[in-house]
């Protein structure tokens, strides 16, 4: 079993910046493809970015690409999401995400377990 806790979240006006952090229970943090997912009211969950076991690949939406950037911490069992140029249309609850086998992938279906989430609120 693995739990996942997003912390990070808030109110930030359009253009600012924000780092979310997610924290993996268990010593198999590094076994795990991770993703950033998020959201909005009345809408599916959708896609952020996703990072693999080594953190050497990366992909994203193209709705966040060149503005989010996935990485994470092995040895702290963390995974990061730094958003910077913030839009109003990125106000979501944002969840991470654990694939416990198979390659990083940009599916929800295909992540094992999800934390709690985290809101995040830009004002214009």
């Known amino acids: 079993q693995v739990q996942l806790v997003e912390y990070g979240g808030g109110l930030v006006q359009a253009g600012g910046s924000l780092r979310l952090s997610c924290a993996a229970s268990?010593?198999?943090?590094?076994?795990?493809?991770m993703g950033w997912f998020r959201q909005a009211p009345g809408k599916e969950r959708e896609f952020v970015a996703t990072i693999s076991r080594s953190g050497g690949n990366t992909a994203y939406a193209d709705s966040v690409k060149g503005r989010f950037t996935i990485s994470r911490d092995n040895a702290k069992n963390t995974v990061y999401l730094q958003m910077n140029s913030l839009k109003p249309e990125d106000t979501a609850v944002y969840y991470c995400?654990?694939?416990?086998?198979?390659?990083?992938?940009?599916?929800?279906?295909?992540?094992?377990?999800w934390g709690q989430g985290t809101q995040v609120t830009v004002s214009s």
């Open positions: 268990g010593r198999t943090f590094s076994t795990y493809a």
């Open positions: 995400a654990a694939r416990v086998t198979g390659a990083s992938n940009t599916l929800p279906a295909t992540y094992d377990y």
